[in-house]
């Protein structure tokens, strides 16, 4: 997937390519669950490879934000990275079941909703597998935290004070 150059004058057209994306990866996974796909096989491999280069560009959202989370163009970037995640959230962490000979699969609701647990590293499918694979060949893990309520509200209070302090010391030395 070709994505929009993240400029802070080109921000404006994130969010909608986040939204067309996040369309099309769904079109996709419905038309793989309905049962008269010709060719399963390739559905199942161009949603591995929008998953993957929804990965990066979370990654380079959030590496465009940290640079840029002074200039208030920026929030609109640090929205469509926030939709993205989620929506990777919910497709990775909801579980998912192989529907047979199509493979394609169902997103179920989250075991975790039912008894949360305080940390949790799941392999959602085979694709996730090779993807959890390949992390840990580079050194990086995923973990999945559940906080309270309360540690929400401390991390988020924290985060804000860091960056007043970043924006203060920047202030400071002018």
């Given at each position: 997937m070709r994505w929009v150059p993240l400029e802070l004058g080109r921000v404006a057209e994130?969010?909608?390519?986040?939204?067309?994306?996040?369309?099309?990866?769904?079109?996709?996974?419905?038309?793989?669950?309905?049962?008269?796909?010709?060719?399963?096989?390739?559905?199942?491999?161009?949603?591995?490879?929008?998953?993957?280069s929804f990965a990066a560009r979370l990654e380079d959202?959030?590496?465009?934000?940290?640079?840029?989370?002074?200039?208030?163009?920026?929030?609109?970037?640090?929205a469509a990275r926030l939709k993205l995640?989620?929506?990777?959230?919910?497709?990775?962490?909801?579980?998912?079941?192989?529907?047979?000979?199509?493979?394609?699969?169902?997103?179920?609701?989250s075991p975790d909703r039912e008894a949360p647990?305080?940390?949790?590293i799941e392999v959602a499918s085979k694709e996730g597998a090779?993807?959890?694979?390949?992390?840990?060949?580079?050194?990086?893990?995923t973990l999945r935290v559940v906080l309270t309520a309360e540690e929400y509200d401390e991390l988020l209070a924290r985060r804000e004070a860091f960056r007043q302090l970043k924006l203060d010391s920047m202030l400071y030395r002018r």
């Open positions: 994130v969010g909608p390519q986040v939204d067309k994306a996040i369309d099309t990866y769904t079109a996709l996974q419905r038309q793989l669950a309905w049962r008269g796909t010709l060719n399963p096989s390739q559905l199942t491999l161009a949603l591995a490879v929008l998953r993957r959202m959030a590496a465009f934000y940290q640079a840029n989370d002074l200039d208030p163009r920026s929030g609109a970037v640090e995640k989620r929506f990777l959230r919910t497709i990775d962490s909801c579980g998912a079941t192989d529907e047979g000979e199509t493979g394609a699969f169902v997103l179920l609701a647990a305080a940390a949790t090779e993807g959890k694979a390949a992390e840990a060949q580079e050194d990086t893990v």
